[in-house]
């Protein structure tokens, strides 16, 4: 089915015209912070979505212009160039060109322009490092430039004509913004929060009257409940205006991720069915750039090639299927391919190389936790990055979007099998469902899609762990800790309580579980933006009222994460738990990937944190970027052995003082000499390897 481009043109125009402003005002701010990376990232994101829709549009050279800009500014932000004057010269003057076109575009152009093949040679240009221009404006009239001049020829009968005829075409339809349809919602819950304060005092007259005013205030009140039940039903049909169908964007993007399949040669089979289901058109119009990442994403890394699919006995065939469900007020939208699936392990290397500091916890992460990973600005697994893969800015887009459509993303992978990605979002932005809890003295609501489950615990329920406390969920150990830290000036004791409420949340894969101090109750509400004063407060999503006409604040559950995420652990002496002593870390260094891996065994066993070396020029690049207290080291290595591993570590200054412990492979006693002279404190034989004689050494000089 042919794509109907009249169906989205108002749209298109609306976010180009947006995204051009944006891009000429962050153009101006980056004359003076050529190396601001925050501009830089900005003007990517803005060039690749600009890219993305013109693309869905099939206005191609608008497409390939954004593409070639954003090869300049991937390369200014690689530092493999630099961005002057000149260079936003150019990008101020594509984007006057482009407003143009955008212009002429709106008059009914195909979206081609003369000045494309002027403006794709000098960005080759700059991209070689040769002299270009930045006058585009010179060569040229635009075909709006000529419209304009041959519609000021034409009578002013003819424009009358037309215009009563366009404007009487059809009249069972009218155009209105959203922007009125909010207003209208607005203002209805304005009269709704009256209606439900006027309930409240003709309650309190009631009961503060006599006998012979009853059954005026009962009538008065009967009139009141019928108001109510109105103002609701009129409130859910302002809130339908505001949505479209769903397979309004269904069918534009099967069309466009069957192009991109057939540019990069791959042999897939698409999945999209039609859908009757609606949703706000907010959220529709922010979807395309969404889905798209998501199914070049599965294009690009995940569908093999059909020789690689043949050997995992798989159909030559990828497939790849976007479907779309809705479970009360929920939409679900699952894009799933039958491709490679996720290697978990290449984004451990991947984060290692990015995240040196953070060696660590990226070492001892797991599946869930590595996921995170893939939806960092510019993090990809892919050594080459191409034009469909986003480099590596797709996903990140992704996770930003729709943490702004109150949406949670959710990933399901197997090695060989495939991918899914599953996104959750509100029919409506206008009304939430949610789940309201107090802490201290404080009410808070909670977005019932961040809600993994709801629990009552004791304290001996709680464990101490390595990191902190945590709770054994469905045999799931999830960490724990106190919403009142975002409340620091509370005062409760929890010393004094014997049981505690816990709700379990979950965003991108990762899961916390939160103390509250009551859970309150579960209600659809409508949703309001946080108040002028607060709107840089990332804490809140925005605001509801309750019975009484208070504020209650939505709290922004990303971002909570994001704050208990650098939180060290909840207080332990609150729990009544002993803190566990100091982690120590230790190095493994030997070029034996057995015997790493022996040792790597044993020492984690006993609870230590350990990383591994392949020689001692690896070693001391490792010590470079974290701070071991052991190192337990080979002595017959390539490139570097274990005695000048030690001799180098004795000579500088932050190392001199790590204890080192050598293994040989047989028993010498000149070598032992040579350890000790050398400032090693053990020596252990591999042929007489225990693992009691290893782990008594460590501890012994750990001084445990």
Same mark, same amino acid.
């Given at each position: 089915?042919?794509?109907?481009?009249?169906?989205?043109?108002?749209?298109?125009? !609306?976010?180009?015209?947006?995204?051009? $402003?944006?891009?000429?005002?962050?153009?101006?701010? @980056?004359?003076?912070?050529?190396?601001?990376?925050?501009?830089?990232?900005?003007?990517?994101?803005?060039?690749?979505?600009?890219?993305?829709?013109?693309?869905?549009?099939?206005?191609?050279?608008?497409?390939?212009?954004?593409?070639?800009?954003?090869?300049?500014?991937?390369?200014?932000?690689?530092?493999?160039?630099?961005?002057?004057?000149?260079?936003?010269?150019?990008?101020?003057?594509?984007?006057?060109?482009?407003?143009?076109?955008?212009?002429?575009?709106?008059?009914?152009?195909?979206?081609?322009?003369?000045?494309?093949?002027?403006?794709?040679?000098?960005?080759?240009?700059?991209?070689?490092?040769?002299?270009?221009?930045?006058?585009? =404006?010179?060569?040229? !009239?635009?075909?709006?430039?000529?419209?304009?001049?041959?519609?000021?020829?034409?009578?002013?009968?003819?424009?009358?004509?037309?215009?009563? %005829?366009?404007?009487?075409?059809?009249?069972?339809?009218?155009?209105?913004?959203?922007?009125?349809?909010?207003?209208?919602?607005?203002?209805?819950?304005?009269?709704?929060?009256?209606?439900?304060?006027?309930?409240?005092?003709?309650?309190?007259?009631?009961?503060?009257?006599?006998?012979?005013?009853?059954?005026?205030?009962?009538?008065?009140?009967?009139?009141?409940?019928?108001?109510?039940?109105?103002?609701?039903?009129?409130?859910?049909?302002?809130?339908?205006?505001?949505?479209?169908?769903?397979?309004?964007?269904?069918?534009?993007?099967?069309?466009?991720?069957?192009?991109?399949?057939?540019?990069?040669?791959?042999?897939?089979?698409?999945?999209?069915?039609?859908?009757?289901?609606?949703?706000?058109?907010?959220?529709?119009?922010?979807?395309?750039?969404?889905?798209?990442?998501?199914? #070049?994403?599965?294009?690009?890394?995940?569908?093999? @090639?059909?020789?690689?699919?043949?050997?995992?006995?798989?159909?030559?065939?990828?497939?790849?299927?976007?479907?779309?469900?809705?479970?009360?007020?929920?939409?679900?939208?699952?894009?799933?391919?039958?491709?490679?699936?996720?290697?978990?392990?290449?984004?451990?290397?991947?984060?290692?190389?990015?995240?040196?500091?953070?060696?660590?916890?990226?070492?001892?992460?797991?599946?869930?936790?590595?996921?995170?990973?893939?939806?960092?600005?510019?993090?990809?697994?892919?050594?080459?990055?191409?034009?469909?893969?986003?480099?590596?800015?797709?996903?990140?887009?992704?996770?930003?979007?729709?943490?702004?459509?109150?949406?949670?993303?959710?990933?399901?992978?197997? =090695?060989?099998?495939?991918?899914?990605?599953?996104?959750?979002?509100?029919?409506?932005?206008?009304?939430? $469902?949610?789940?309201?809890?107090?802490?201290?003295?404080?009410?808070?609501?909670?977005? %019932?899609?961040?809600?993994?489950?709801?629990?009552?615990?004791?304290?001996?329920?709680?464990?101490?762990?390595?990191?902190?406390?945590?709770?054994?969920?469905?045999?799931?150990?999830?960490?724990?800790?106190?919403?009142?830290?975002?409340?620091?000036?509370?005062?409760?004791?929890?010393?004094?309580?014997?049981?505690?409420?816990?709700?379990?949340?979950?965003?991108?894969?990762?899961?916390?579980?939160?103390? !509250?101090?009551?859970?309150?109750?579960?209600?659809?509400?409508?949703?309001?933006?946080?108040?002028?004063?607060?709107?840089?407060?990332?804490?809140?999503?925005?605001?509801?009222?309750?019975?009484?006409?208070?504020?209650?604040?939505?709290?922004?559950?990303?971002?909570?994460?994001?704050?208990?995420?650098?939180?060290?652990?909840?207080?332990?002496?609150?729990?009544?738990?002993?803190?566990?002593?100091?982690?120590?870390?230790?190095?493994?260094?030997?070029?034996?990937?057995?015997? #790493?891996?022996?040792?790597?065994?044993?020492?984690?066993?006993?609870?230590?944190?350990?990383?591994? @070396?392949?020689?001692?020029?690896?070693?001391?690049?490792?010590?470079?970027?974290?701070?071991? $207290?052991?190192?337990?080291?080979?002595?017959?290595?390539?490139?570097?052995?274990?005695?000048?591993? =030690?001799?180098?570590?004795?000579?500088?200054?932050?190392?001199? $003082?790590?204890?080192?412990?050598?293994?040989?492979?047989?028993?010498?006693?000149?070598?032992?000499? #040579?350890?000790?002279?050398?400032?090693?404190?053990?020596?252990?034989?591999?042929?007489?390897?225990?693992?009691?004689?290893?782990?008594?050494?460590?501890?012994?000089?750990?001084?445990?």
């Amino acid at each position: 089915m042919n794509l109907d481009k009249s169906m989205f043109i108002t749209d298109y125009i !609306v976010e180009a015209r947006e995204i051009l $402003d944006s891009l000429d005002d962050i153009a101006v701010l @980056a004359i003076k912070e050529k190396r601001n990376f925050g501009y830089l990232e900005e003007i990517l994101r803005l060039l690749h979505t600009l890219k993305g829709s013109s693309r869905m549009m099939d206005y191609n050279q608008i497409e390939k212009v954004m593409n070639n800009l954003e090869n300049i500014f991937k390369n200014i932000q690689g530092n493999q160039m630099e961005i002057s004057n000149k260079v936003i010269q150019l990008l101020l003057g594509v984007l006057t060109v482009l407003n143009k076109v955008i212009d002429e575009i709106e008059n009914g152009s195909d979206g081609n322009f003369q000045e494309y093949d002027e403006i794709i040679k000098n960005i080759d240009k700059v991209m070689e490092d040769e002299d270009f221009t930045t006058d585009f =404006l010179s060569k040229g !009239v635009t075909n709006a430039d000529r419209e304009q001049a041959e519609g000021d020829a034409s009578s002013p009968s003819e424009d009358a004509s037309s215009e009563s %005829s366009d404007l009487f075409h059809d009249t069972q339809t009218i155009k209105i913004q959203i922007s009125e349809v909010d207003s209208i919602l607005q203002s209805l819950d304005k009269l709704i929060m009256r209606q439900i304060k006027l309930r409240k005092e003709i309650e309190f007259l009631k009961k503060s009257g006599n006998s012979s005013e009853f059954q005026a205030y009962q009538e008065l009140s009967e009139n009141i409940s019928v108001l109510e039940k109105q103002s609701v039903d009129i409130q859910k049909s302002i809130i339908s205006l505001r949505m479209l169908p769903f397979d309004m964007i269904l069918r534009p993007i099967r069309r466009s991720v069957v192009s991109e399949a057939l540019k990069n040669g791959k042999n897939i089979e698409f999945d999209i069915p039609q859908s009757e289901i609606t949703i706000d058109k907010f959220i529709l119009e922010k979807l395309p750039a969404i889905l798209v990442h998501l199914v #070049r994403n599965s294009i690009d890394h995940g569908i093999e @090639a059909p020789d690689v699919r043949a050997k995992l006995g798989k159909p030559e065939k990828g497939r790849i299927s976007v479907s779309v469900s809705q479970v009360s007020n929920r939409i679900f939208v699952t894009v799933k391919d039958d491709g490679h699936g996720i290697d978990y392990e290449k984004i451990r290397t991947k984060a290692f190389k990015l995240f040196p500091e953070r060696i660590n916890e990226i070492m001892n992460a797991d599946k869930n936790e590595l996921l995170q990973y893939i939806f960092v600005s510019g993090f990809s697994t892919k050594d080459v990055q191409t034009e469909l893969s986003g480099r590596g800015i797709g996903l990140d887009v992704v996770r930003t979007e729709m943490d702004k459509l109150k949406g949670k993303i959710s990933v399901y992978s197997e =090695l060989d099998k495939g991918t899914t990605f599953e996104l959750s979002l509100p029919a409506s932005l206008a009304t939430q $469902d949610g789940l309201f809890v107090s802490v201290s003295d404080n009410s808070y609501l909670i977005l %019932s899609h961040y809600i993994k489950e709801i629990i009552t615990v004791e304290k001996d329920d709680f464990l101490q762990l390595q990191h902190g406390p945590v709770l054994n969920v469905h045999n799931e150990l999830i960490p724990v800790f106190d919403f009142d830290i975002i409340n620091p000036n509370s005062a409760k004791n929890t010393n004094l309580r014997k049981e505690f409420s816990v709700v379990v949340l979950e965003y991108l894969n990762r899961k916390i579980s939160v103390i !509250v101090d009551k859970v309150l109750h579960y209600g659809t509400v409508v949703i309001k933006p946080v108040p002028p004063l607060l709107k840089d407060f990332n804490a809140l999503q925005g605001v509801v009222f309750d019975d009484n006409y208070r504020i209650i604040p939505v709290l922004n559950i990303p971002d909570t994460m994001k704050r208990f995420k650098v939180i060290n652990v909840y207080d332990a002496k609150n729990l009544e738990v002993h803190k566990m002593p100091k982690i120590h870390s230790i190095l493994v260094v030997d070029d034996s990937h057995a015997t #790493r891996h022996i040792e790597q065994i044993i020492l984690e066993a006993e609870n230590y944190n350990v990383a591994t @070396a392949v020689d001692g020029i690896d070693a001391l690049e490792k010590m470079k970027q974290h701070k071991f $207290d052991l190192v337990v080291t080979d002595v017959k290595m390539p490139r570097m052995d274990g005695f000048v591993l =030690l001799h180098n570590m004795r000579h500088k200054e932050e190392l001199k $003082d790590i204890p080192v412990i050598m293994v040989s492979s047989v028993f010498e006693s000149d070598t032992l000499d #040579r350890v000790k002279n050398l400032g090693g404190q053990g020596y252990i034989v591999k042929s007489d390897f225990e693992r009691e004689s290893l782990t008594a050494k460590v501890r012994e000089l750990l001084h445990e």
